[in-house]
């Protein structure tokens, strides 16, 4: 399991968190190896190099939306994490 951090700070009762991967929203319900949680973070269960690619984390409030872009980087039983946070 790999996880995927949004470091984006703010009261988390006003905020509201979507990830997208490939520019496509994650859809946790439809597949059950994506979890996000109520701190933003995304996790992937059995992760493999096919999950490769560039992941956003999108938090909304009612002042606005900011996001993070993540890249995540499968190799082998190996994974590397790098964010950059974008202002919106």
């Not at 951090?5 to 059950?32: Q, V």
């Not at 992760?47 to 993540?70: H, S």
Request: glycine residues 6%; contains cysteine.
């Amino acid at each position: 399991m790999v996880q995927l951090p949004c470091p984006i700070e703010a009261d988390p009762d006003t905020l509201f968190f979507e990830w997208y991967r490939d520019r496509e929203p994650l859809d946790a319900f439809a597949d059950e190896r994506y979890r996000i949680q109520s701190n933003g973070i995304l996790k992937i269960k059995s992760v493999v190099p096919e999950d490769t690619g560039l992941y956003v984390c999108r938090a909304v409030n009612g002042f606005g939306k900011a996001d993070v872009n993540v890249t995540l980087i499968v190799l082998g039983m190996y994974c590397l994490v790098d964010t950059f946070f974008l202002h919106t």
